[in-house]
């Protein structure tokens, strides 16, 4: 583990490490935000997944959220969004390879050589955060915006022992209907729409709901809610599985970081509430 | 005024907007965060001047100020750092030209026709500003980081009447004694170092110090605290001339927006209980 960076911030700190990872066969870069509890003892961690694009920054940069994590004692962790370098397959388009991972492991070439991003979230990475940081691996939770709440949500629904709390921004939500979905879905896992299943929230809920109780934020005014997001699904499948959902409609607001900002607060306290 | 883009963001609307300057001979670009109070009527008014090579958006994106200034019903303006596009002289290096305007009037060519950064902030921007925004222009108060420290100490001593209330995050505070202002100075205003006086908030502040109680914060980890910053010299100058100042030193922070946004909460209260 490669330190590249570090700050304090709202008397914690923000650190962006490198390090090698067997499961995506390459080196790969997240940041933690440590809360000053934790110089106290093991804190609650929580896994943000971010979307389309994104790496680490774009949360830590501009979600505001360090400042609900010092407040309510929890740890952020920010993993990229898929293997990346030069090693790493890529393709032309932003919602597809590098940066465009969605938490799945991929089965055709040339992506399953690197692309096994749910494996390094549910079980390389967090084996690392035990090791090296004060984290209290008894309260996990999760969350993340747009692919990442797709991320989020499918995370939690196939392993609810280790995310004992969830909430995503503007996921996506039934990527098996959606074009973002089934682009990547066909690329990355073939034509069969059985393989499809395990990682589609929609499905995933019908099959086996979890105990949680799952908050989403969808702004109205997102330019991806009609075509990419329809969030209605996930509320019909939620209410036909008996899953506790609280999905607020948040009139006006886009897809952006500015959108995610307003309301950070309620997410982190929503975790922070379950994780206790 | 042309609207360039705009999102919802903590129940009001932070927007941006080119407009023509004549001060500046040229297109400006700046922002506004417009917060919920002020659809009840005019709000308190509070320029925000951002640093070296920065414009409306840093502050916009990473300081995370829009919550606070939502919770106490401020508006925020964010000026551009100087004039900026190919018909504006500039220089290779960071800190002088475009990027790096001082919130001066520069007297020397090739900048004196575009560089008249305090005339825009003081006057042109805000008459725009009062005519298009429910803006109470007789509640204003300024800010700033680094080098919009600098601009926000100096313009609130020079026109008091103005701005009501002042702070600043890691600010310039004595530009004549330091390589950022000397190399600026003697660009904009050539030298004569009685022309840099008035730019100079350790000088005004020895000249006329103000009624207001001013605030700074200043990381103790700043790569710029020794050679640029020198938070010592404006402490010494305010308690020679019976300033009132809170001058902060905080441990382990930098000069990122990492700090500010740490501490932004406890500037927009300063600001909201003097403005009233």
């Known amino acids: 583990m490669t330190p590249v960076s570090s700050w304090k911030s709202f008397g914690g700190e923000l650190a962006v490490f490198d390090h090698d990872s067997a499961v995506c066969g390459g080196s790969m870069r997240f940041a933690v935000y440590t809360p000053p509890q934790a110089k106290n003892g093991p804190v609650p961690v929580l896994w943000y ?34 293997p990346r370098g030069t090693d790493v397959p890529d393709d032309e388009a932003y919602d597809l390879g590098q940066g465009a991972g969605f938490y799945l492991t991929a089965t055709l070439p040339p992506w399953s050589q690197h692309f096994r991003m749910d494996e ?16 209290d691996m008894e309260r996990q939770g999760i969350f993340g915006h747009s692919m990442g709440g797709h991320g989020a949500l499918t995370l939690h629904l196939k392993h609810p022992e280790l995310y004992h709390s969830v909430s995503a921004f503007s996921p996506i939500v039934a990527p098996s209907q959606v074009p973002w979905g089934q682009k990547a879905f066909t690329a990355y896992l073939g034509e069969d729409r059985n393989a499809w299943a395990q990682y589609d929230a929609c499905a995933l809920v019908r099959a086996c709901p979890s105990k949680a109780h799952i908050l989403i934020d969808q702004g109205e005014a997102d330019q991806f809610l009609a075509q990419e997001l329809k969030p209605e699904l996930f509320e019909q499948a939620c209410a036909n599985a008996g899953q506790t959902l609280t999905l607020r409609r948040q009139p006006g607001y886009d897809h952006s970081y500015y959108f995610i900002s307003s309301f950070m607060d309620d997410h982190i306290a929503h975790h922070a509430d379950q994780l206790g």
Chains 1, 2 share one sequence.
């Open 120 to 135: 390094y979230i549910t079980s390389e990475l967090p084996a690392l955060i035990s090791k090296r940081f004060p984290a």
């Open 49 to 82: 997944l971010s979307g389309l694009t994104c790496n680490w920054s774009n949360v830590m940069e501009k979600s505001g959220l360090q400042r609900a994590a010092s407040a309510h004692g929890v740890m952020i962790i920010a993993p990229d969004t898929s």
